[in-house]
């Protein structure tokens, strides 16, 4: 008895009296037909032309003879193109083969570098085969940072308040997330050397956010103007005991006292601090560390960095 397991033999195509061709679907179905393409010999590599051009409402199905022929065309050899044509027709098993290749996003893609970069980080792989995977995304338009007159009104402004003070030195010196400054707690600041104030930034381990945890270090005056804050306000366990909102409203206070028309944000001054950080020559990856970004996020805020610290 014959091996189920055999590969069947492929159909030849079949070549019609006015040139076209007649080719059986390679993941089964109704035959696909195409005009038979001009010879390569005398016009390199050319197009293929279809009777029934692919959109990106086409199924991966329906890619699978164009591509085969593509692939021809260009010169690869047969192995390759079986192992091309194997591997779409796994990735076709795994996806739906008659899912519109117009629904297939980055965000797959995102997905395969995640999960090979876990695998590669914790030892399973030796090579993480999605490391020559880019993302092409456009990019986003730049935000207005602030000039250095305007940061310094800002902090001079802000200083007349010492809580709306410790909010904007700590974003501005230490580029927190405004998430990270609404759940920070007092015993996460180290005062025990005032010369060096340091900030650790925790996060639950139901949060899943462990990757973003660091210390950072501030400037020595920091110190100073959290005591004045604890002496006015009194917080006792978080440092900002308030809302979104109110974090806002205190920042929007001092904006409008710097006599600043630029829209100001917590999200503007971390973008503040990173663009300095670079200026002052710290290397992209240590950034990466202070400003507690996973790689995914990196990919997309280095650029952004890059454009505003070094504009050409």
């Excluded at 005398?42 to 051009?53: E, G, I, M, S």
Aim: aromatic fraction near 8%; charged fraction near 25%; hydrophobic fraction near 35%.
């Amino acid at each position: 008895m014959q091996d189920d397991t055999q590969s069947k033999p492929q159909s030849e195509p079949i070549v019609t009296g006015d040139s076209t061709v007649l080719q059986p679907g390679l993941f089964a179905g109704a035959p696909t037909v195409i005009a038979e393409p001009p010879d390569p010999t005398v016009t390199p590599f050319p197009p293929l032309v279809r009777t029934n051009p692919l959109t990106d409402q086409s199924s991966l199905a329906a890619c699978a003879l164009p591509y085969q022929q593509e692939l021809k065309l260009r010169g690869k050899s047969d192995y390759t193109i079986t192992c091309f044509l194997s591997d779409l027709k796994m990735f076709s098993d795994f996806i739906g083969r008659d899912t519109p290749v117009g629904r297939i996003n980055t965000r797959r893609v995102t997905f395969l570098r995640n999960f090979f970069s876990w695998l590669g980080r914790d030892g399973v792989i030796r090579e993480d085969p999605s490391a020559s995977l880019t993302l092409e995304r456009p990019l986003p338009p730049l935000p207005e940072l602030l000039f250095d007159d305007e940061v310094q009104r800002l902090q001079e402004a802000a200083a007349q308040d010492s809580r709306c003070h410790c909010l904007v030195y700590l974003v501005l010196h230490a580029g927190l997330k405004k998430e990270e400054v609404k759940g920070l707690k007092l015993d996460q600041i180290d005062l025990s050397d005032p010369q060096a104030p340091m900030v650790a930034i925790r996060f639950p381990a139901s949060t899943g956010k462990q990757h973003r945890e660091r210390s950072l270090a501030l400037p020595a005056r920091f110190a100073t103007i959290l005591k004045q804050y604890q002496a006015q306000y009194h917080p006792t366990g978080e440092l900002f005991a308030c809302t979104d909102r109110n974090l806002n409203y205190i920042l929007a206070r001092a904006v409008k006292l710097a006599g600043i028309k630029k829209r100001v944000t917590l999200q503007l001054l971390r973008d503040t601090f990173a663009v300095q950080q670079l200026r002052a020559n710290v290397p992209f990856e240590t950034l990466r560390e202070k400003l507690g970004l996973s790689d995914e996020a990196w990919m997309e805020s280095r650029e952004k960095y890059r454009r505003l610290a070094f504009p050409k």
